[in-house]
């Protein structure tokens, strides 16, 4: 007689689906590393000029913020992402399918001497198809929103990190004149690509920087990580600096509320 098989201790399927409960040693690392991350946060000092190029005060930015790290990996996925929704995709070839002619074989396949051959569409006969045609695709991606706010806030930490932005005072220009434009950017020392993020829409400001090459202007809401990483320099308006830094705070502190709550 064979022997009856030994009873397995396993977990009822509820109890095999939970997922594992931390210890207290593992919540204590975690809190040590989020305290050791929390130390290594610094104060960047930035300073505010004016159109002359003159320092008239100075900012301290809180690196938390925007993060307090800079996303790698996301960042490189928004910057993928906001390059492939630029594709067109509309390019187009016509296939042995597409292309005009008949279906008939052009001569019987034995007894002429030629080599075998099909219809007049196929692609080794001239005015026939393309072997692999191009047709047109959608190359759109898509990222959460917070996953958007998070790549952007990092793409201006590791402009902040690497000294690539820039604060005036004020962008008041009385009419539309490149000319006054360049002076105030030469005056910023601002000599490689730049994107201008100013509070609102400003007509004049527009219309002055669209005749210089690799200059951008955008409004602080339409910011994203695909224009500011496409860009050397950042240069920001005080207010427009401001505006982005009292968002992050609010939101910082929304955050921290419902954390408080939950806990």
Do not use: W
Not at 152 to 174: F, P, Q
Request: include cysteine.
């Amino acid at each position: 007689m064979s022997a009856a098989p030994k009873e397995q201790n396993r977990l009822p399927i509820c109890d095999r689906r939970m997922p594992p409960i931390k210890s207290g040693v593992e919540n204590r690392k975690s809190e040590i590393e989020n305290e050791k991350i929390e130390q290594r946060l610094e104060m960047i000092e930035l300073a505010v000029y004016n159109t002359d190029g003159q320092e008239v005060e100075s900012l301290k930015v809180d690196e938390s913020a925007f993060g307090g790290v800079v996303r790698y990996p996301l960042l490189k996925q928004a910057i993928v992402m906001y390059h492939a929704n630029k594709r067109v995709g509309t390019a187009a070839t016509k296939n042995r399918s597409l292309v005009a002619g008949s279906t008939r074989k052009i001569y019987r396949q034995k007894g002429t001497g030629f080599a075998r051959a099909g219809t007049r569409r196929t692609a080794k006969r001239v005015g026939g198809g393309v072997t692999f045609a191009k047709s047109a695709r959608d190359f759109r991606k898509r990222m959460p929103k917070k996953q958007r706010r998070l790549a952007r806030d990092s793409a201006i930490l590791a402009k902040l990190k690497s000294n690539n932005v820039v604060v005036v005072d004020g962008l008041n220009l009385e009419k539309p004149k490149t000319k006054d434009f360049v002076n105030v950017l030469s005056n910023l020392r601002i000599d490689r690509s730049c994107l201008v993020a100013v509070g609102g829409y400003d007509d004049n400001l527009c219309k002055s920087a669209k005749n210089i090459p690799k200059v951008a202007v955008m409004p602080v809401a339409e910011l994203n990580a695909g224009d500011i990483c496409s860009h050397r320099k950042m240069l920001f308006t005080k207010e427009a600096f401001l505006s982005v830094l009292n968002k992050e705070d609010r939101r910082q502190k929304t955050k921290d509320r419902i954390q408080n709550s939950d806990s």
